[in-house]
């Protein structure tokens, strides 16, 4: 298992000092989000189990779920779940919509709706996952590790790292979603509070060796009427 290098490590840590809600150092919690450490396999809840951020929204359907083990305060940073789901995002940048089309070999499209088998959750609220109640055991898990070390080798990205530092400043905030897709293989969507353009869909082009940026928007807030990034930086 290859551990993340120490600039990911110095970022978290320089991020600025623990509040109350995330006791401890961050090389403590770090380590520990960096076992990938989750618990028994169980059902999903009888009414599935929905989420949403911005103009992106998952359903899960039926399956099994995982919780990652809690952080020392308690908070849940990640969820492993196999099963049947849905994806659906509507582009409300009629340019990023254009380029979604060509990713996605669909000049007719108008918002995008993938059913997918996968799915894992990383997230720094620690509110997001708190409707699902966990426990132990909790041991290493095959998958989760696998697809951490891609989003570090292919996508540059410690996400580890950048829950421990979302969780230690104010205003910053990390929501990673992979899913694997009958039509599109495994897909990320990413809101990061540090990204120019905050929220991204992307999926790695093995072909090629190259990571395919499918859309990219900016937040809600800051977005221009038309859907278009707004000006502030």
């Known amino acids: ?4 290098g120490p600039l990911g490590l110095l970022l978290a840590l320089l991020a600025g000092p623990a509040p109350a809600a995330a006791p401890g150092t961050g090389a403590e919690e770090y380590d520990a989000l960096q076992q ?11 009414e599935g189990f ?18 990652q083990e809690p952080t020392a305060d308690g908070a849940v940073a990640g969820l ?3 099963g049947r789901g849905r994806f659906v995002m509507e582009v409300p940048d009629p340019v990023e919509l254009r ?6 070999a669909d000049p007719e499209l ?33 998958l989760v590790a696998k697809r951490h070390e891609s989003w570090l080798r ?3 990205t410690d996400v580890d790292s950048r829950i421990v530092g979302a969780r230690r400043c104010a205003g910053d905030e990390l929501l990673w979603v992979e899913m694997r897709t009958a039509d599109h293989g495994w897909l990320t969507w990413v809101y990061d509070a540090l990204r120019h353009e905050e929220i991204e869909l992307w999926r790695w082009n093995r072909a090629f060796a190259r990571r395919e940026s499918w859309v990219s928007l900016d937040r809600p807030e800051d ?7 707004g000006p502030r930086g």
Not at 36 to 43: D, K, T
Not at 50 to 63: H, K, P, Q, V, Y
Not at 223 to 229: D, H
């Open 154 to 156: 292919d996508g540059l």
């Open 80 to 82: 492993l779940f196999e």
């Open 223 to 229: 977005r221009s009427p038309g859907g278009r990034p």
């Open 1 to 4: 298992m290859r551990r993340a």
């Open 50 to 67: 929905s989420f949403a951020r911005d103009t992106a929204s998952w359903r899960l359907l039926e399956g099994r779920i995982r919780l």
């Open 99 to 104: 380029q979604l089309r060509r990713f996605a």
């Open 110 to 142: 108008q918002r995008l709706e993938v059913e997918l088998d996968t799915l894992i959750v990383r997230a720094s609220s620690p509110d997001l996952l708190s409707a699902l109640a966990g426990g132990g055991p909790y041991r290493p898990h095959p």
């Open 36 to 46: 990938w450490r989750f618990g028994p396999r169980r059902e999903l809840p009888a």
